[in-house]
């Protein structure tokens, strides 16, 4: 039982290129999320889904794309990287109820 | 919009002292989380507050819910320097039909650093 997986662990891009961050989870969990930190702002959403087909924006949506085509995987496109993506990425996954979050290692991404 | 601000948001403390951490929010919340994070890792859960009154301990480490304050507390006592970290609370949105499925708003985080 591996949990919430993130890959890769660190990226470097130059702006312009795109990318996908993955996140696997084995949990059978419905909820799925991708969170970005940056330093002083806390966590911030970035899309979620409830269940595999359905996704939803977050608080800070622009720039990135997501699909969930399967209950396991979540992953979270860069179409266009910009400098201002560069932050740390979390992907989390929670059961329907008591809502408690498992949070993934985290992708460390730098835009140059 | 559910908002929530921690404070502090940096505290250094001696071993042994006692201290709070406190987190308020803008809109009634019916749960409440907390978690620690260490340095260049992920985010650890350590208390949830599913009720106005709850209480939770842990080691060195009490949270309380006042849903009528819209307010939680994260107390530590006679800290040691392994309780270094950086503390978030996050209250969970209320169901309502325009705002998706409920979700958690994160504070900004309360980087603790215990000295010996």
């Known amino acids: 039982n591996a949990g919430v997986t993130q890959t890769p662990k660190f990226q470097v891009l130059k702006t312009g290129q795109s990318m996908t961050l993955q996140c696997a989870q084995d949990?059978?969990?419905?909820?799925m999320s991708w969170y970005r930190q940056d330093p002083g702002m806390g966590l911030r959403l970035i899309h979620y889904?409830?269940?595999?087909?359905?996704?939803d924006q977050g608080e800070v949506p622009n720039g990135y794309n997501v699909s969930r085509s399967t209950t396991e995987d979540f992953p979270l496109r860069l179409l266009s990287a910009a400098p201002s993506q560069t932050s740390v990425y979390f992907c989390?996954?929670?059961?329907?109820?008591?809502?408690?979050?498992?949070f993934g290692p985290g992708t460390r991404l730098t835009v140059t | 919009e559910l908002k929530v601000e921690q404070n502090p948001l940096f505290l250094s403390m001696q071993e042994g002292k006692n201290y709070t951490i406190y987190c308020n929010y803008s809109?009634?919340?019916?749960?409440l989380y907390w978690y620690r994070q260490d340095p260049g890792k992920s985010l650890e859960s350590l208390f949830v507050l599913l009720s106005n009154g709850a209480v939770k301990q842990e080691g060195r480490l009490m949270a309380s819910l006042d849903t009528k304050a819209r307010l939680s507390t994260l107390h530590i006592t006679a800290a040691v320097h392994d309780l270094s970290a950086t503390y978030f609370c996050?209250?969970?949105?209320?169901?309502?039909?325009?705002?998706?499925?409920?979700?958690?708003?994160f504070g900004q985080g309360t980087r603790l650093t215990i000295n010996p």
């Open positions: 949990m059978n969990h419905e909820y």
């Open positions: 996050a209250p969970k949105t209320r169901p309502d039909v325009n705002q998706g499925a409920q979700k958690l708003v």
């Open positions: 989390a996954t929670r059961l329907t109820a008591p809502y408690e979050q498992y």
């Open positions: 809109t009634t919340s019916d749960r």
């Open positions: 889904s409830v269940g595999a087909g359905i996704t």
